[in-house]
Structure formats: structure tokens, C-alpha cells
């Protein structure tokens, strides 16, 4: 069983940053993909960003493309998502993600069902 468990969020003006941070415990040399998904009040949560967990081939949300870079540091056991030039829009619950099946398609990548483990979330606030 893999355990994920985020930090990094708060509240931050619109134009401000914030990295948040996953890491990730047990059963990580199963682990393939893993990435972040959001979740705004009343909304479906969303794909936000992605990363192979060796090779560090990188997937973006066209609404994050150019502000928020995703990375991840396999010594750690964590991967990060900086996050630059936030907007209102940004406010969601961030969480964590972890999948371990490999897909042809980077598609897949997107969809909250293809990942296997999920931490429980931290909560960015972006202030107008």
C-alpha cells in the first residue's frame, strides 16, 4: 500500500505562489504516475498536473500550462507542484495521486480513476 500525504497549502493573494509538497511512503516502487488533482466547492475534481515517477515525463491542465511546474525528487520520495501566478480560480483542495499502471495513452493521465492511492488533501485559497 502506498501513503501519500500533502503540505504546502494556505491562503496567498491573486499574482502570489505556493509549492505544495507529496510524499510518499510504503509500496513507492509500485508507483508509476503521480500527480495532482483539485476539487472546488460543488465541483468535479480535476486533473491539474502529472509525473512519471523515473523517466519525469510532465502533463499539464491547459489551465495551468506556463504557471505551475511539477517535479519530483525520487531520493525523497516527493514531488512538488510550484505554483506561480495564482488566480482566484485556483482555490481548491488539492490532492495528491498515485498510479501504477502504465498507459499509451497520456490521456488516461487525466482521469481521477486511473490512479490507485490518494492523500487526503490540502486546501489553497487564492484571495482577489
Known amino acids: 500500500q502506498v501513503q501519500l500525504v500533502e503540505s504546502g497549502g494556505g491562503l496567498v493573494q491573486a499574482g502570489g505562489s505556493l509549492r505544495l509538497s507529496c510524499t510518499a511512503s510504503?509500496?513507492?516502487?509500485?508507483?508509476?504516475?503521480i500527480g495532482w488533482f483539485r476539487q472546488a466547492p460543488g465541483k468535479e475534481r480535476e486533473f491539474v498536473a502529472a509525473?512519471?515517477?523515473?523517466?519525469?515525463?510532465?502533463y499539464y491542465a491547459d489551465s495551468v500550462k506556463g504557471r505551475f511546474t511539477i517535479s519530483r525528487d525520487n531520493a525523497k520520495n516527493t514531488m512538488y507542484l510550484q505554483m506561480n501566478s495564482l488566480k482566484p480560480e485556483d482555490t481548491a483542495v488539492y490532492y495528491c495521486?498515485?498510479?501504477?499502471?502504465?498507459?499509451?495513452?497520456?490521456?488516461?493521465?487525466?482521469?481521477?480513476?486511473?490512479?490507485?492511492?490518494w492523500g487526503q488533501g490540502t486546501q489553497v485559497t487564492v484571495s482577489s
Open positions: 495521486a498515485a498510479g501504477i499502471w502504465l498507459y499509451r495513452t497520456p490521456y488516461y493521465y487525466t482521469l481521477k480513476d486511473k490512479y490507485n492511492y
Open positions: 510504503g509500496g513507492t516502487s509500485s508507483i508509476y504516475i
Open positions: 509525473i512519471t515517477w523515473s523517466g519525469g515525463t510532465t
